[in-house]
DNA sequence: ATCGATTTGTCCGTATGTATT
DNA sequence: AAATACATACGGACAAATCGA
């Protein structure tokens, strides 16, 4: 199978090798393929430049590790879910209707002084007050974006009571503040998560995520700055721009 | 500097020592750090524990290996170019409003039956006759974004044509057809380049970029479906949701 | 619940190739 | 041409996670 003559690094024949069998469906979707091992026995090469080829391919999304398990064909998931972004977005109603069950966990709330960026977005003194509260919100039960959230406790007096007890941010702002908050701006980047977030998300430092900032206002005020880190391989965020004819495919 | 007694691996405390050199500018951007045969003898470590370490920070782009001659810190590239998205855009006046220079490269128009994708985009029977066009888009000299556009030939008969004579996409749909398409909706994705992509863009096959499809509409007609790849390193883009007050910072 | 087999993760060592200076 | 620096490839050893008997 390795050709040693021809000066092309035998890491990458063997990528290339692995990929033509995902490609043509030999080895499918989540099956486990041959243990290091067992390819390196195969392939008359050494355990570590088999584990080059597979780690260039797991780089790249087309192979999952999972330590004492063994390596695995990744899922495509080539639209798992597109998540429709517009000016006022709530996840829950959004991921049920495209018929997913979606799920909130609001990992900590804590009030602090606002760190640079989120004083810029929310054009505070830097050193204010804010709420910070980070969410991790699933799909169907994985993880599919995390956001960390800043709030001005001076708007928000009570921010941090309210979320402990209600159900959704949406509800919140509409039940406890009358408030129905509308994005102003949003930015988005493509980049690595870092180590908590990874870990999170249940992914490995090397997937892609894609980083979506946020500012929300209400009635000329903004209420909150978040910064949202979605799973690189799960997620596809989309917009329309315009609600005349002809409608959006897809 | 390396303590092998907590029990984490010292590939991950030694790529954290380098972002700490990094983040505190002790090594500033494009410096050559030391070599991988200095920094093992100033670890005690192995070479391929170094090694692990800064490919670890090359996938994440802090660093740049380039053969022969060393590793580098990478360049900064935070905010490099803020894109500004809107219904009806315009790269080059995009780019030259951020006081930057832009350069447009039209690398094939050829005339081909539409791929599926193109074809569900356009809402056109598969295999109709669309105008493939790939254009290679740069500020200030550098590669920033890749796109692949699809246009129904029914629709615009000669614009292989018109594109081969003006100077700019809009010029053509503007003067020519004296249309002005908006877009439709655009989705977004992080992951991989492919290999021609990161080849085109000058990046490492291992750095994200961001996808943006995009369709274009005018006068109730499905004109254009693009699918652009920016380069994760360098792209922020940006959606501005309402005009009204307040302004939203940045 | 324990133990052993399997599998990936980390770490060290050596040698040689290739690109740059 | 020589020295330097990264790339590839081989070897061995033990750790840590998983799974099934």
């Not at 063997?14 to 030999?26: C, D, G």
């Not at 209420?223 to 721009?241: F, K, N």
Request: some cysteine; hydrophobic content about 35%.
């Amino acid at each position: 199978m390795i050709n040693k003559e021809i000066g092309i690094p035998y890491y990458l024949q063997l990528a290339s090798l692995i990929e033509e069998k995902i490609n043509s469906r030999l080895w499918s979707e989540g099956e486990k393929i041959p243990s290091e091992i067992e390819m390196s026995r195969m392939c008359h090469l050494n355990r570590h430049t088999v584990r080059q080829a597979v780690d260039y391919l797991c780089v790249r999304g087309a192979l999952l590790k999972v330590k004492g398990r063994g390596t695995f064909v990744a899922k495509s998931t080539v639209d798992f879910l597109e998540y429709k972004l517009s000016p006022e977005n709530r996840f829950t109603d959004n991921v049920r209707q495209a018929g997913k069950r979606p799920d909130n966990r609001m990992l900590f709330c804590e009030q602090t002084p606002a760190p640079g960026h989120a004083s810029r977005a929310l054009m505070m003194a830097p050193g204010e007050p804010v709420f910070h509260f980070r969410i991790l919100r699933k799909v169907d039960g994985k993880p599919f974006l995390l956001s960390d959230n800043y709030s001005p406790v001076k708007l928000l007096p009570d921010l941090d009571q309210q979320l402990s007890s209600a159900a959704s941010l949406f509800e919140v702002y509409h039940k406890h503040y009358q408030m129905q908050p509308r994005r102003r701006k949003s930015t988005f980047k493509a980049g690595f998560p870092r180590e908590d977030e990874a870990r999170l998300l249940q992914i490995n430092p090397g997937t892609p995520v894609l980083r979506v900032d946020n500012t929300l206002v209400a009635s000329g005020l903004l209420l909150q700055y978040t910064q949202a880190c979605y799973r690189g391989d799960l997620a596809v965020l989309s917009i329309e721009w315009e609600e005349d004819y002809p409608p959006a495919p897809g």
